[in-house]
């Protein structure tokens, strides 16, 4: 019995991914992308400032670093407050130390219970990206259009509020998008999101969305809760990375280099002293730009 040629007839059948939401596009056939100074690596921090409702909400799905046991979870309640009562502040000490500039992508709840910390982030001149309602404020394709443009535009109004200006960037729960998130995006003001990790520099979206990906293997909650290692060999991969991008970037273009942060994680004494020599190490690098994400948008978006 021979085989029906129908069967091996597939509409999506091309370089990349099923969808037609941007074109694929292999790293080292673009144009090569040139930072401010001539520097190699942007080296971008951000910094998830999060409110966790003490009751999770499992639809359409709950957030990673939520309750876990049952109601009430005060053990991973309490800790994760310790990032906007203490971890928080021990970071922005750190970044003033080392003349750093970063993303904070906060919840809108953080405005409105702690308007305080939103307004030094602002006075310390670093940015507020949107990251939802609060924790319970995760995105799925289960979630309605109308559900999700509610969400997104609280979030953002919530921020501006407070910071006097709407944030250029929205970071996803988990980065979960639905199929309508980019478009909903862009339709709220949204310049760029941070959700997709597929690349090393921003890319565009079809409908004209930036994003910036934000890798999740170089997270702090990944290197040192979820793989249970030392902030020491966190700190010794940041720079192997750092390092490897700077050597591609002398001969193909600048790269950039991600570092998400959570305050009640990174934030606790034991590991500070060690991330405040790696912010000094970093800085110390001839090829490292610090940049905010709006940053590296605006320089991307001039280069290209």
Known sequence: MSLDPAYL????????????MYPYSALPTRKPVAWPDGKGVATWIVVSLEWFPITPSDTPFRAPGHMQTAYPDYRHYTAREYGTRIGFYRLLDAFAKAGVKVSVAANGAIAQRYPSVIRDIVDAGHEIIAHSTDMNGTIAS?????????LIRESIA???DVAGHPPRGWCSIARSQSFATTDLLIEA??????????????????????????????????ILNVQQQSVDSYAEQIIDAHDWLADEARSNGGRLLPLHLSPYIIGLPYRMDTFERLLETLAAKPDTWFARGCDILDSFRSST
């Open 9 to 20: 007839e597939y509409p999506h059948r091309r370089a990349g991914y099923d969808h037609d």
């Open 189 to 222: 003001g949204i310049e760029y999101c941070c959700d997709w990790a597929n690349d090393e520099l921003p890319w565009a979206f079809n409908n004209g969305l930036i994003n910036l990906p934000l890798n999740h293997e170089l997270s702090d909650r990944q």
């Open 142 to 150: 289960t979630l309605s259009v109308e559900a999700e443009r509610a």
């Open 158 to 160: 919530a921020l501006s």
